[in-house]
């Protein structure tokens, strides 16, 4: 066969399988070749650029940002939607993100962990749809859903809620997430109904969070689940920037360890770890650092934010964040650390220099 006919074939088979729309075994057919050779000779036809393939992404789409992120952070997958610098309105639009993500990808069988007084989940269990082929679902609470109850509604709503929508059940955690003393918060470990709940936490396979910033927002605020304002500061001094169901971690997503760990009811860090598929799910101008710390720590796998916080987070940013040992962590462009002693820091700003610090005070 000569070049030019082995060409021909080429643009004949190419024209039958993506013009014509036939199958490989049709083409082997008409043609009285091995399928294998279809097969081939199509790979051939994009390797000779008879074929080009082209995917023309819709307005809204933005894959090169959600690759980027997963390459820079490490993340199994990121989904990057269009919003405006609005924060009920990036509540919205994630909410509705996360609600086709959990319809698309939930399995039969799986055990759903779903954080508490998160605005992002109660807009995303709203925006769901009622599957149409029973999932039989665990869904359980893993952080304490009860407090005022003008806002205790919207923990356990959130909880049920999602229960129902995926025809499965639901587990509440009936006790605070954040109680007065270490003793109280064995006492409640100890009920029967909170055993019941906790005992779940190894289970889960799929987690869906918020991740917060050391302000509290309105919602977790008029739920009575909050530090007070000395315990804040005390987080922000030891260079807290965000939570996972107020687990908190500082810059480079590194745990910041108080004594209020023992005051909260909820999943730990260990057993989030554990978790195959942790969906953070938050975004805005003020969640920038919390999510950035998230990501640095490997404390979410999946994330899903809009666009402006996308572009943020893949902006060079440094920041230092104390480590044991009087060392300190330099963090650049994503999730690098550099680790450098305390000792050449303290040159540095004797000599005039200055060290910025990745610091925020904004909210949940």
């Known amino acids: 066969m000569t070049r030019f006919d082995e060409l021909r074939l080429l643009v004949k088979v190419a024209r039958m399988y993506y013009q014509h729309g036939l ?49 820079t952070y490490g993340l199994r997958e990121a989904i990057v939607v269009d919003s405006i610098e609005d924060e009920e309105q990036i509540v919205r639009d994630l909410g509705a993100a996360a609600a086709f993500y959990v319809e698309t990808t939930l399995r039969p069988t799986e055990v759903v962990g779903i954080s508490s007084w998160s605005a992002a989940l109660l807009a995303m269990v709203e925006a769901m749809r009622p599957t149409i082929r029973p999932r039989r679902a665990q869904v359980v609470q893993i952080l304490g859903g009860v407090g005022n109850p003008g806002a205790e509604e919207h923990a356990t709503h959130l909880t049920r809620r999602l229960a129902n929508l995926v025809a499965g059940t639901a587990t ?90 023992e005051r909260v009811i909820g999943i730990d860090r260990a057993e989030l770890r554990r978790v195959d598929r942790v969906v953070g799910i938050a975004g805005g101008l003020r969640k920038t650092a919390a999510i950035r710390g998230a990501l640095r720590g490997g404390l979410v796998n999946v994330l899903i934010t809009d666009r402006g916080t996308a572009e943020r987070l893949l902006q060079p940013v440094e920041a230092e964040a104390r480590l044991p040992g009087g060392q300190q962590a330099a963090v650049r462009k ?30 949940r």
Do not use: W, Y
């Open 23 to 71: 199958r490989q075994a049709e083409i082997t057919e008409r043609l009285n070749v091995h399928q294998s050779t279809v097969s081939r000779l199509l790979k051939r036809a994009q390797k000779e650029g008879i074929v080009r393939i082209t995917v023309s992404v819709p307005p809204g789409a933005h894959p090169d940002l959600e690759e980027t992120l997963q390459t």
């Open 172 to 261: 509440l955690l009936p006790a605070p997430g954040v109680v007065g003393s270490a003793e109280a918060r064995r006492v409640l470990l100890g009920d029967r109904f909170v055993r019941e709940a906790t005992a779940l936490f190894a289970d889960v396979t799929l987690a869906l969070v918020g991740v917060g910033t050391i302000e509290p927002s309105k919602m977790l605020a008029a739920s009575g689940n909050v530090f007070s304002p000395q315990e804040l500061d005390m987080l922000r001094a030891r260079g807290a920037v965000g939570d996972i169901c107020l687990r908190f971690f500082d810059a480079s997503g590194a745990p910041v360890s108080t004594p209020l760990d």
């Open 334 to 363: 994503g999730g690098t650390r550099r680790l450098t002693s305390g000792r050449p820091a303290l040159r540095r700003r004797r000599a005039g220099r200055k060290s910025p610090r990745g610091r925020s005070r904004t909210g």
